[in-house]
């Protein structure tokens, strides 16, 4: 999705000379050939991430169009305060893009996991928080970005993410896209984690049992219109995502079935990371499995639940 971010941003920034890129001392290999062509649309702040932060508001302030790229746990955590009251509390419509959360820096221990990031985010006035879950929606981001007069967060992930959408989407910001349709439980997803809720209903497939899957690439706000129709129709409503069960999309959607009016049919499980840090280091995949957010570990436990309420 790296690649997409910066591919976006070339055929915008062609179009548009407000548009200018800031980056806090990462995307080596990444930003070369944008940098030789913008030149003067293009800032490296440094490791100075409440600077990086306010520069792009005052940017955004004096009529730039500023897409502000840096890690996760760097730009969020480091400049929360800058982000609430420079970019939030003046309604600077600033892009803030963020790369590397959940386990995607796993061997660099709990410093660079982004468990938090969408708690944090979530909780501003005034911010759209998008999670792409491939290049298809990660596109599809940047242009709806772009029109959007106020802040947004978009959270990638590091590695190359594959293509899972293998046909037009319908990108709404604040909507769900329907990728597989089944019965008794739904699977909602956001982010990096859609090609192991993909790989989860396939897993299930095998096994006899037919979920219905969406992606759910907009957190906040949240599609309440489609949570409401899931508390009707399923006995389940499960939530995927690479961060904290809390604050994020489970959390979410948890506050859709508490507030709603309509009285819910379904139960909610999250799936994410308890509330904890990290205990050992290693890689994306292995700490994902460990946490059992893997779409192995997903889809024996979504089995498990349902075969419980078979007996």
Known sequence: MRSTFVKVLDKIAQKDERVICVIGDTGFSVFEEFEKKY????????????????????????GMKPFIYNVVSFMTYRAFEQIELDVCFQENPVVLVGVGGGHAYGPAGPTHHGYFDLSLMTSLPYMTVICPGDPVEMEAAMYAAYEMNSPVYIRIGRSVDPVVHTAPIDFRVGKGIEMNKGERAVLLVTGTMLKDGVKAVEILKNSGINISLYSMPTVKPIDKELVEKCMTEYE????????SKNGGLGTAVGNVMLESDIAPNAKLVKFGFPDTFAPVTGSREYLNGLYGIDAEGVAKTIKEKLSGEQK
């Open 39 to 62: 030149k003067e649309r293009f800032v490296n702040i440094g490791i100075a991430e409440q600077n990086f932060v306010s520069f792009g508001a005052g940017l955004a302030a004096m």
């Open 236 to 243: 389940y409503i499960f939530t995927l995502e690479e961060h």
